[in-house]
């Protein structure tokens, strides 16, 4: 099978296409793809999908996908990596954009994206067109200072793919249990902070009597509270490895570990190798 790389943190592509020149493949990035005009097929893990004008799919690394043409179709990509997102961090004390590789976790790890057309929230569908159409005027007209206007309308759709995942997570039976769903959304958000994922400050945190959380967690998730951060921070460490130049101390600093040999402990059992002979099992 055929792997597509991308040998710089994000590019953009446009094409017009009567049949697509590639079957079955994946990639080693992610990648947002519209639809300007046309309409035709995905094919998504084995699953099946019918596009036209206006339709946006989010692909992660691991998704083997093509497309089948029916009608002459214009595509609008997007791709990135983890180095695009790490270079967007916000660092004036004013803003408020804070730190885009936290606040997009949920792209990287989100257990509520499902293939298919991302944009679940009707009134975002408009304002992505816009945005493509910005993209799309930026790169034909070539006026000073597009590269920076084009990166801020990318990290504008990029944004709004995260709102409409949550949304799809919200719609999720999850989401139906109460404070459930609302402390994983919690851990998600906290958890570069460990002094704000103690039971009793989560507990504190939602007005819930901290000998009754764990209970309560684990009757509603099936794990224990600590169980699920353990295995949050897990993954995360995952996704840095395989789709990162990060170094192990940026990662140990990053996601509260004591220090490399913490992680290396924990990780090791975990996956049952380190994590630098797991970054060079998967090629990285």
Known sequence: MFIHNLFEPYEIECQELE???MGDHKNTFFELVYI???AGTHFIDGNTFEYDEGTLFLLLPQHVHSFEVKELTS???IRFNDIYLKAQKGKHQHGNLGDWIQKLEYILESNYHLPGCILQNRNDKPLVAALIDGIIREYADRQEFHTEVVQHLVNTIITIVARNIW???S???IAEQGHSSK?????HEQIHLPENLKSAVIAGHFNISPRYIHEYFRKHTGESLQQYINGYRLKLVETRLRYSNMRMS???NELGFTDESHLNRVFKKHKGLSPSAYRKKMGV
């Not at 402390?183 to 851990?187: D, Q």
């Open 183 to 187: 402390i994983i959304r919690y851990i």
């Open 19 to 21: 049949e697509c020149p």
């Open 167 to 169: 949304l799809i997570g």
């Open 75 to 77: 595509f609008l990509f």
């Open 171 to 173: 719609a999720n039976t």
């Open 250 to 252: 940026e990662i140990v």
């Open 36 to 38: 300007v005009k046309g």
